[in-house]
């Protein structure tokens, strides 16, 4: 099958990857390259990186709807029977979504109709989900609101973070849009239309999520710890210092009768909630790098009953 495929981050990766092994790709579009670093030195998306070692011809229009005629025009051109995507950050115009006789085909990180948008995965780890998976749909003008072709679930672990479930999900993505095409080609598949009534939403991300609120339950301040995991990261402050906190694990969920924000067990990193106790075993202090927690404690111990918060 000729496919051109569209997607700009590391979640992308291995589902091009796949299609390499199984199908043609006339050609890739990504999102621009960005400055990164202390440097700010022009970074190529991990998705161009891939493209370029094949050899494939990359497309990287700052907009498919405003300005991206030339762009459009290139994909008729090139007549894709299908066009894959995954994680691109880009909106698809109609003109777009008509060239590809098979239609356009989106791998979004969620069970659909529950979590569309820019966050599913971390919002699922944020709400306590305890499954989630990936949906391949059909791609329609709305925000993934299109007919839905198959899914593939998995549970959530217990500490899983967001980012540890990123790296699952587009494994299991790239295995799931091979079977799709497949059932496309063949005619097997039959696109389901979504339930409105069962629709949720996954906003961007922002750093108002991040500070810890200690007199929260404990499980919703450990989903919050794993959710934002890597970025933008739940924080809190430690001797009038910033922490940023990675992982975490519930320690107790029973009250432990000291003020919220206490630190209960300063060998294990241990904190009262308004139900529980919580333990934070990978951090980063200010201006320090990302570490076990034990290992910060053997640096910078802290005292019974210190205090911590924004």
Known sequence: MNIIFMGTPDFAVPALEKLYEHHNILAVFTQTDKPKGRGMKLTAPPVKELALKHGTP????????????????????????????????????????????????NIHGSLLPKYRGAGPIQWAVLNGEKQTGITTMLMG????????????????????????????????????????????????LKPVPQDESEATYAPILTKDLCPIDFTKPVEEIHHKICGLSDWPCAVTTCGGKRLKIYRSEIASVKPCGKPCGTVTDPERFEVACSDGVIRFTEIQAEGSKRMKASDYLRGKPLKPGELLGI
Do not use: W
């Open 58 to 105: 990359v497309f990287q229009p700052k907009s498919l709807k405003t300005g991206g005629e030339e762009f459009i025009e290139e994909i008729r051109r090139l007549a894709p029977d299908c066009i894959v995507v995954a994680a691109y950050g880009k909106i698809l115009p109609k003109a777009v979504l008509d060239i590809p006789k098979l239609g356009c085909v």
């Open 141 to 188: 003008e709305g925000l993934d609101t299109g007919d839905m072709l198959e899914k593939a679930a998995t549970d959530i672990g217990i500490n899983e973070t967001a980012a540890e479930l990123f790296d699952r999900l587009s494994v299991i993505g790239s295995e799931l849009i091979i079977h799709t095409l497949e059932g496309l080609e063949k005619g097997d």
